[in-house]
């Protein structure tokens, strides 16, 4: 399990508003205490990321890239954000994506991601690969 600070937000990165709309809302319902910000494209979320480096933004604790996506697919975003010095290892990629193939796999570790995740069908088992996969530190009293 992979422990995301509460403070940064996770952003879902989809060029789908149906599942841009339904990802977030199964992170609100999760356990996770993160906020949820949604972004449109790849290059949407390669401003984002200029904004973090002018410090006008906060660095996502993750982000769940659709690979999909007309113009820059997730792949070539992820290839692109690591290419820079300051984002070579942070924030936490995740693709999402409702392929199993072993290709996609391979691509989206090559490009640079940290985690591949098939999306489940159904809320019950979208909402417990999100609690399994991913958890907040236990607050300080």
């Known amino acids: 399990m992979i422990i995301l600070d509460p403070a940064q937000p996770i952003l879902v990165v989809d060029d789908e508003a149906s599942d841009r709309m339904i990802i977030s809302a199964i992170i609100e319902r999760s356990d996770l205490r993160n906020t949820v910000e949604q972004l ?3 290059q949407a979320l390669l ?3 200029d904004n973090v480096s002018q410090g006008s933004a906060v660095l ?5 890239l659709d690979i999909n996506m007309p113009a820059l697919s997730g792949f070539d975003t992820v290839t692109r954000l690591r290419q820079r010095d300051e984002f070579r290892e942070q924030p ?5 994506t409702s392929s199993d193939a072993a290709s996609d796999q ?3 570790n090559r490009s ?5 995740l098939t999306k489940p069908s159904g809320v019950a ?7 399994g996969s991913f ?3 236990p607050p300080t009293p």
Do not use: Q, R
């Open 135 to 137: 958890a907040n530190p």
């Open 60 to 64: 996502p604790a993750l982000v769940l």
């Open 47 to 49: 401003d984002y990321m």
């Open 92 to 96: 936490l990629i995740a693709m999402l």
């Open 40 to 42: 449109t494209s790849g």
């Open 125 to 131: 088992k979208f909402l417990a690969l999100i609690n």
């Open 106 to 108: 391979l691509e989206a």
């Open 112 to 116: 640079g991601a940290n985690i591949f």
